[in-house]
């Protein structure tokens, strides 16, 4: 007798420790995979790339994303800790291996047999509170950074290479705190720095169907003319004259404005056909400031606003409206736009704004408008990486991504001492009440530890405290400030909050649903 085949998918179930074990191993598998590159002794990693090339990599994210296990169970346990560090190295930019080094630990600690009386609410109740306590100890014991502590932070990042670190610190000196450095590939095999006037607004992708770079999704326009509109673009109608030029001239086009439905999807229709070079961003700024943040925008890219609800006319625009800048790149998040020129009304502009700020007295008005007075007068750093090989280049494009970021992080919230010390420090300087403030005490000396094991010896004697630790270079207790070995707060709070986050989540779990991998020739 034949059987016809299920229609839908058929599943595997697990429960209790039978599937707690199989999450666990593919949690361990992709930690083992991952934190062999943590550390300045970390290692680099080879793993073939989906057309069977491979590829050598010690970025952390990388490495996570490019492993898949067969068992769909344990592979659950991978993506689930691979999301804690892409997550990670979105809001930080960095400390992806940080965060798959804690998780694993977490993980680990919490099945430890001695915890098998506790519930699992009691737990996760206290790694919360645990949690906070390492946030405040963290923020309270964060330095600001200055000097050649930039310099540390930048060649920290990039996997210890001090010419990569100056490079980036360099540009970050050259924009100041509140600048934008990006990075390009290089014409040539050199690496340099180049400092274009631009900026940056808080508009990211309106639809991911603008995207022109998959590998990064982003959308890139050279040479974009600007449409900036403060009211509703209704209909297609009322730009067409626009869109008519920008096909016939062969140009691209940004367009700076709140649009209906039925323009983003004819927009995106003539986009994705390949009729026209377009992307569409939400106006920056929000309240009673929108305005003039739009007014600033149009100021910087040469382009004049329009406003239907204050008498413009949409339908008779003219092109001499339109501004035009060197290069826009959307992500996610932001909008970096590089002008063509520094324009003469910008300084007036700037003037005015600082005239405003003398007599404003609410803090956080103040703070906007010091946003606005960096924005007019900010610049844009170019880091322009090159390479010897294909193969070189990507690795060396991930570590300078990884480093800008991190950076930017250090200059925002400051630094603590690297090398794990700062979480060993909490972790001996912190009380704890409880099972799961114990748990979690524990976990978070892990990467102290496999930064050691990766440097090829252990610990001996007692574990160094007050921001001393194991310069790994040198085998030698040091200050960890002193000798440059920090880390940005940001990316140590981001990590551990991610890793807690995705642990927690799994100890909840008591079925674990798959789906079978049906052989169809048997």
Do not use: W
């Not at 003398?358 to 946003?371: I, P, R, Y």
């Not at 992080?409 to 912190?430: D, F, R, T």
């Not at 981001?494 to 052989?519: F, H, P, Q, Y």
């Amino acid at each position: 007798m034949e059987y016809n085949l299920p229609s839908e998918i058929v599943k595997d179930l697990n429960f209790g420790d039978n599937a707690k074990k199989r999450i666990i191993a593919g949690v361990d598998k992709l930690a083992q995979a991952v934190k062999s590159t943590l550390g300045a002794s970390g290692k680099c990693v080879i793993y073939e790339d989906g057309r069977g090339k491979p590829v050598i990599t010690k970025d952390g994210v990388t490495v996570a994303e490019s492993v898949v296990l067969f068992d769909p169970v344990e592979n659950m346990g991978a993506t689930l800790v691979k999301e804690a560090a892409q997550k990670t190295v979105t809001e930080a930019g960095d400390g992806t291996t940080t965060a798959t080094v804690l998780a694993e630990a977490l993980i680990k600690e919490v099945n430890l047999d001695k915890y098998n009386k506790n519930s699992i609410r009691d737990i996760k109740t206290g790694i919360n509170n645990y949690l906070a306590k390492v946030n405040d100890y963290l923020e309270n014991i964060s330095i600001p950074v200055e000097g050649d502590m930039l310099d540390n932070v930048s060649a920290i990042s990039c996997n210890n290479d001090i010419e990569l670190g100056k490079i980036i610190s360099e540009a970050y000196k050259k924009v100041g705190k509140d600048g934008v450095v990006i990075m390009e590939q290089s014409p040539t095999e050199n690496t340099f720095i180049e400092i274009v006037d631009g900026v940056q607004v808080e508009c990211g992708l309106t639809s991911p169907h603008f995207v022109t770079d998959t590998d990064k999704q982003r959308c890139v326009l050279e040479n974009p003319l600007v449409l900036i509109v403060e009211s509703e673009i209704p209909n297609i109608r009322k730009i067409q004259n626009v869109l008519e030029f920008v096909i016939k001239n062969n140009k691209s086009l940004l367009i700076v404005a709140p649009v209906s439905q039925q323009v983003k999807s004819a927009l995106l229709m003539n986009k994705v056909k390949g009729n026209i070079k377009i992307n569409i961003i939400d106006t920056p700024g929000f309240g009673p400031t929108r305005s003039e943040t739009i007014k600033d925008l149009a100021i910087l890219t040469g382009a004049r606003v329009i406003n239907e609800e204050l008498g413009d006319d949409l339908d008779g625009i003219s092109l001499d409206i339109l501004g035009e800048v060197e290069k826009a790149v959307t992500d996610s998040k932001n909008t970096v736009i590089t002008t063509l020129e520094t324009h003469e009304d910008v300084a007036e502009r700037i003037k005015e704004v600082q005239k405003i700020k003398k007599n404003e007295k609410n803090g956080f008005l103040k703070k906007f408008l010091d946003q606005r007075i960096a924005m007019l007068s900010g610049s844009v750093g170019i880091i322009r990486v090159g390479a010897d090989s294909k193969v070189e280049l990507k690795e060396k494009k991930d570590r300078v991504e990884d480093a800008i970021y991190a950076t930017k992080a250090a200059l925002k919230e400051g630094i603590v001492p690297g090398g794990g010390i700062a979480l060993l420090n909490a972790s001996q300087n912190i009380k704890t009440k409880g099972c799961g403030e114990e748990i979690l005490s524990k976990a978070i000396q892990a990467p102290f530890k496999t930064i050691l094991s990766n440097a090829g010896f252990e610990q001996i004697g007692p574990e160094p405290v007050n921001g001393l630790g194991i310069d790994v270079v040198s085998g030698k207790e040091v200050n960890m400030v002193d000798q440059g070995i920090i880390d940005p707060v940001l990316v140590t709070k981001t990590a551990l909050k991610n890793a807690v986050s995705v642990v927690t989540t799994i100890i909840s779990a008591d079925c674990v649903i798959s789906n079978i991998r049906v052989n169809e020739s048997s």
